[in-house]
């Protein structure tokens, strides 16, 4: 049975409970589990994602950064426990690329803001595979594939 959106984020939660401290952790709605368990791989990896998607946002003009930021806050939403990210919007975002070519890609060669894309785009297909290993829905399945593709079309297109 898939599991739903998995949250950590609970606004007006304490940062330091000492709740954690034997090795558990709290999802939103109460639930406790191992902090190894698989579903905080996969909010650890969505929340590296958000940090490696910014670094990029930085490098990158308004036009580039604005969409980033609106992935950011997305990405927050899905980890809060809400719906799905827009999977439309990411695919005619990537259809204004057009054809950056495929095949191998050496990150770095065409600058700083790219390669920190590359990263965002390694890190987010982790992210793929932790959902699929915590159980998410289809949904979540999507948009992560959409984004890495779109990661890769934005860094290809420097």
């Not at 950011?72 to 980890?79: A, D, I």
């Amino acid at each position: 049975m898939a599991r739903g959106f998995f949250s950590l984020y609970n606004l007006g939660m304490k940062i330091s409970t000492k709740k954690g401290d034997e090795g558990e952790s709290e999802l939103r709605g109460g639930q406790r589990l191992s902090k190894g368990d698989c579903a905080f791989d996969f909010l650890g990896t969505m929340d590296e994602l958000q940090s490696w998607i910014g670094l990029a946002r930085v490098a990158c003009g308004s036009g580039l950064g604005g969409r980033l930021r609106i992935l950011q806050e997305e990405l927050y939403v899905m980890m809060g426990g809400g719906e799905g990210g827009d999977v439309g919007r990411l695919e005619e975002w990537g259809r204004a690329y057009g054809d950056v070519g495929a095949g191998f890609v050496v990150p770095g060669d065409k600058g700083e803001a790219s390669a920190r894309l590359h990263v965002a785009r390694t890190v987010c297909r982790r992210c793929e595979r932790e959902a699929v290993r915590a159980g998410c829905k289809s949904e979540v399945l999507r948009y992560l594939n959409r984004l890495s593709d779109f990661l890769f079309m934005a860094a290809e297109d420097f």
